[in-house]
């Protein structure tokens, strides 16, 4: 596993993959190594004009890729409901569903359209949603995964069940770290739910570690045109500690496409504080690993978004 690199992807013809927040950063390469493989990729992203341009490259790269793009705003349910229900409505199954999209460090505090912090929103109420509604098409699929980009930030955070959408002590980092926290739980308790109901579904968690993205500078720029102190500390540290968007993916591929990648688990990088390198099987922080915990903020996210977890047509 340390030299797994995009050669070491199987055949993936036959197999259809969705991916939020693929028109750039590691969402992307991992749609272009996939359809690379033979996958049908379907990109589902809020900006329609770099999706344009990603479906351009990746067919550059790829004249015969099966791709395509849907608009898709995570900080919006009802956008979650609609591009689902169209994607729903294309393909018979979707064999990888990859939650991949993010925001990270907006200074001030914002809310989504539905009156949830924007972090927490979008990086987490928004995919809990979109995968419940996506999940009838994944498990018409033989051997489905739901791949979800946590963050080795997850360390630092903490469910908040009596201020989950920081309207009492807002910050940045911590309203981050808080929803990537968020989605590893999710992905262990679908993982842990999958293997109770005997289902073939395979729930995998990955982090790039530091790859440099658009990422750093998207939401410590919201709201601001200035060059924040954050995105200059980033910038000091890139030379030694970062690697590229094609070498951060490669955690989330081996987590899709891996006949070795198990569920319930995390993939990141192998390097110094899992920051860079190849992709082997991460460190889950010791808060993160209570069911009871993965539980209680499944059942809040029920609440949130008033949807639950479908059962296979075979069940």
């Not at 949603?129 to 980009?149: E, N, Q, Y």
């Amino acid at each position: 596993m340390p030299d797994w690199s995009v050669k070491d992807i199987p055949a993936q013809a036959g197999r259809t993959a969705v991916i939020t927040g693929a028109n750039s950063g590691i969402g992307y390469e991992a749609a272009k190594a996939l359809a690379g493989a033979g996958a049908k990729v379907i990109i589902a992203s809020r900006n329609e004009r770099k999706g344009a341009e990603a479906l351009a490259n990746i067919r550059s790269a790829t004249p015969d890729a099966d791709i395509a793009f849907e608009p898709l705003d995570l900080s919006s349910l009802d956008s979650v409901a609609r591009t689902a229900d169209r994607i729903a409505a294309s393909v018979p199954r979707i064999d990888l569903l990859i939650n991949n999209a993010g925001v990270m460090a907006i200074p001030d505090r914002h809310e989504t359209e539905d009156g949830f912090e924007m972090q927490m929103g979008a990086n987490y109420i928004g995919h809990f949603a979109w995968t419940m509604r996506l999940l009838p098409k994944v498990f018409a699929a033989d051997a489905p995964r739901v791949v979800t980009v946590s963050s080795g930030a997850h360390r630092g955070g903490k469910i908040h069940f009596d201020d989950l959408q920081w309207k009492k002590n807002y910050g940045a980092w911590r309203a981050y770290c808080q929803s990537k926290l968020a989605t590893l739980l999710f992905s262990l308790e679908l993982d842990r739910i999958a293997r109770s109901r005997d289902w073939s579904l395979k729930s995998v968690a990955a982090h790039p570690g530091y790859a440099v993205t658009g990422l750093q500078s998207a939401g410590p720029r919201m709201g601001s045109t200035k060059t924040s102190s954050l995105e200059l500390l980033m910038k000091i540290m890139q030379p030694m500690f970062s690697q590229s968007a094609a070498a951060g993916a490669l955690p989330t591929l081996y987590a899709s496409t891996s006949p070795k990648a198990e569920g319930g688990v995390m993939y990141g990088p192998n390097g110094l504080f899992e920051l860079k390198g190849p992709p082997v099987r991460g460190k889950i922080a010791a808060h993160a690993l209570d069911p009871a915990i993965w539980r209680q903020l499944w059942e809040v996210s029920e609440q949130l978004t008033g949807l639950t977890m479908p059962v296979p047509a075979t069940a």
